[in-house]
């Protein structure tokens, strides 16, 4: 809200007259609406994957008699542990491959690998706090085990499906190292690759930058402040087991 004179003064901390020129600029130019777009997009589609996979591992973990169950769930949440710089090379020459380089299924499918262990660590913590009678007694009652967890375990699981879908959709909002790898052009490019790729051409425009940059937080922020009960108790509940 600062005049450009203003932008890199201080004192005053506030400016002597607001503007509204930066943001006029910033929603005039393609670029950062177009990522606006992309990353919506990729963020939506990533978390709906996550969650229709992720709840399915996670509801065979919590619930089917498997062997070494809890080094299986070990395992998966290990997979996390590699830092995405070890994985960038290989998956891009994958992408290239498969022909998918600048493109959101590129970028859906990258984020969604490196997301799915969290959604199902955190999906199993939930249905191990959902008894197991109540689908006992509705498989007494004539429902079979997929009528029973469309009815009954479901609607118990909305709390955590919630916050594995937010905390999923801010991973892939805020990914910058797939996104800026795996794209070329505007197209594909996400809102921080767009922000780091922000064009200048004499010097940095840092009044435009800095409205690109709250006009970006405002999606996440939103959905943080809507959905914030959830996420600490699908942080606290992920923490339990049987």
């Known amino acids: 809200l ?16 607001l503007t509204w020129e930066h943001y006029r600029v910033v ?15 990729v963020g939506i589609i990533t978390t709906v994957l996550a969650l229709a996979l992720g709840i399915f591992g996670a509801y065979g973990i919590a619930r089917y008699p498997i062997p070494g169950k809890a080094l299986l769930l070990l395992l998966i949440v290990g997979g996390t542990a590699f830092p995405q710089i070890a994985t960038v090379s290989p998956l891009y020459l994958l992408m290239r491959a498969l022909s ?7 970028l859906i499918l990258a984020n969604t690998s490196f997301a799915l262990p969290l959604v199902i ?9 959902i008894p197991v009678g109540l689908e006992e ?24 499906l919630a ?19 795996f794209t070329a052009t505007e197209a594909s490019r996400t809102v921080p690759v767009a922000l780091a790729l922000f064009p200048g051409v004499f010097e940095v425009p840092w009044g ?19 959905l914030q009960r959830y996420l600490v108790r699908g942080l606290l509940s992920g923490a339990l087991r049987e």
């Open 121 to 129: 660590w955190l999906l199993t913590g939930f249905l191990q706090e």
């Open 27 to 41: 929603l005039g130019q393609s670029v950062m609406l177009r990522a606006l777009v992309n990353s919506l997009g």
């Open 163 to 181: 916050s594995a879908a937010l905390l999923t959709f801010l991973f892939s909002w805020n990914e910058f190292l797939f996104a800026y790898t």
């Open 2 to 17: 600062k005049p450009e004179a203003e932008l890199m003064v201080l004192p005053p901390l506030f400016p002597s007259r």
């Open 100 to 106: 998918l380089r600048d493109t959101w299924l590129a």
């Open 137 to 160: 007694a509705a498989s007494v009652d004539g429902a079979s085990r997929p009528r029973a967890f469309r009815w009954i375990v479901l609607p118990l699981l909305a709390p955590g």
């Open 208 to 226: 435009d930058i800095a409205a690109a940059s709250i006009l970006a937080s405002i999606p996440p922020v939103a959905l943080v402040v809507g």
